[in-house]
Each structure stands twice: as C-alpha cells, then as structure tokens.
C-alpha cells in the first residue's frame, strides 16, 4: 500500500513541475525563415510565379507563405538528398521546392489550364497526393496534397 502512495506522489509531484522545465533552452532553430535562390531573371520567374501558380508576390519580389492556412501541414520538412539523386530530374538544380496544395485535382487543371506540363502524379502515398512540374528556369516543384487524417 505504501509503494502505490510513493508512485501516486511521485506522479502527481512531476505532474505539478512546470512545462517550462521541460522545454528546449534558448538558443535553437524554430523553423524555417526563407527560402532564397538565385535567378537568371527574378522578375520574370516571379511573375510566372504569381500568374501561374497563384503566388502572391509582394512588392519586393518575394511572397510569404502563411504555415496556418487551412489544411497546411503543421511542419515543414528539410531534408538533404544524395548528390548522386534523381529524384530532382529532369532538373539539374540543387535543389527542389514542395508546394502544399489544398486539392491536387483542381490545382491540376488550373496548371494544365495555362499550358503547365505535368511531369508525373502519384495518389499512392501514404503521405498523400503528389504531382511534379517544372519552372521556366529548370527547377523541379513538387506539389503535395496531405494525407487527410
């Protein structure tokens, strides 16, 4: 009887510390801030950019995406890939952006609209739907549609 009192007091003691304790110290990433690259031509790819994928470009060339839209996944995923990957191609840049969409379908049909090609699809993830295209200076995008849960 004295051991389940011990436990029940050692339980309720660290259910009464404070979360702070818990958390990480000063001094760490909490996300991602921006996402910059270099272009042959920053206004133009801007502008296809905003015209054809719906980006809201600001005045300073740029755009900010908001992470509590609905629908946007929680987190943002960073992840370095081989040197030696395709998963890039047919682009030969470095890198690759993912853009979450709210419904892949329709976000499709707008692209395929203003005369995007769409490089290839999959809806067998489990992470969810995925499509691929190509900027007008040779970077890959990848378009995802979440997993509803």
């Not at 051991?3 to 979360?19: E, K, Y």
């Not at 502008?47 to 609905?70: H, K, N, Q, S």
């Not at 892949?104 to 992470?127: E, F, H, M, P």
Request: net charge neutral; charged share 20%; hydrophobic share 45%.
């Amino acid at each position: 009887m004295r051991a389940i009192f011990v436990c029940l007091a050692i339980a309720l003691g660290v259910a009464a510390v404070p979360v702070q304790l818990f958390a990480d110290p000063p001094g760490h990433i909490t996300g991602v801030g921006g996402v910059f690259f270099k272009s042959r031509d920053p206004k133009a790819l801007a502008a296809w950019y905003r015209d054809t994928l719906g980006i809201a470009v600001e005045p300073w060339g740029g755009a900010t995406l908001r992470y509590d839209a609905p629908g946007h996944p929680p987190v943002l995923v960073w992840n370095p890939f081989p040197a030696t990957t395709h998963y890039f191609a047919p682009s030969s840049r470095d890198f690759m952006i993912d853009f979450a969409v709210d419904d892949l379908d329709a976000y499709i049909k707008k692209l395929q609209a203003k005369g995007v090609k769409i490089l290839d699809r999959s809806d067998t993830d489990a992470n969810g739907k995925f499509a691929w295209i190509v900027d007008p200076e040779g970077s890959k995008i990848e378009l995802w549609q979440p997993q509803r849960k």
